[in-house]
């Protein structure tokens, strides 16, 4: 059945609500809040374009909360984030149809950077110190998107950068430390664990489902309890 005007009107409403919480978060530098918040945008996007298209006469470039998560859910090794947007995708034809930029496209890009930082973080802990200006001659892709990825870890505190010479050398920030934090992707609780649960699925300690646990930077813990 149809959506009404006033049902569509609510959908725009609430999309915005939540895109404005992302917004403030992103500007108070919780990136991980503003993933949050954008991905709450997502089950909205269908109503809101819907709305805007037959009452404001409005086209789409792009998709801003979805923009925030393929930009940054690969950051946070956020696997169950991005499925998301393919199921949306996948569902709501007319988001793609009616969007000028590729989302297809940019959502397989947000997954080949995800898996290389999953590559990084690997390579990073089995070789503390390698040089950043090696990583494209030893792991592929590219320097400009290993470089994007590096700089990126380090600002969230997760990879410390030592300038040498006219690069860096890497290592995970903390190597001592036998657990570190990570957030259940379903329910938001955030548990200690091995480092190594980034790596594979683990049964969530509160929801009891099988999910691949997300980063968390340390600095970012308290903004994180829902
Ligand atoms: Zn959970």
Redesign the pocket.
Known sequence: MAKSKADLQKDRDNYYQHLTESRAAHAAGDCLRSLDCAARCLDYIDGMMRYERKYEDKEFLSIEAIDVILNEAPFFLHYQLLDRVEEILESKRLIEKHTSADLDQLLSEARQVMQNAYRLWDHVERNPGVRQDLLEETLGWTQDAWQRLSLRWSELELLERTPEGETYRLHIRDPFRESTLAK??????VAKATKHVFLQERT??????Q?LFVLVPDNKISANKE
Not at 204 to 209: D, E, L, N, S, V
């Open positions: 259940c992707p379903t329910c938001g609780v969530c300690p509160k929801c009891k489902r999910v």
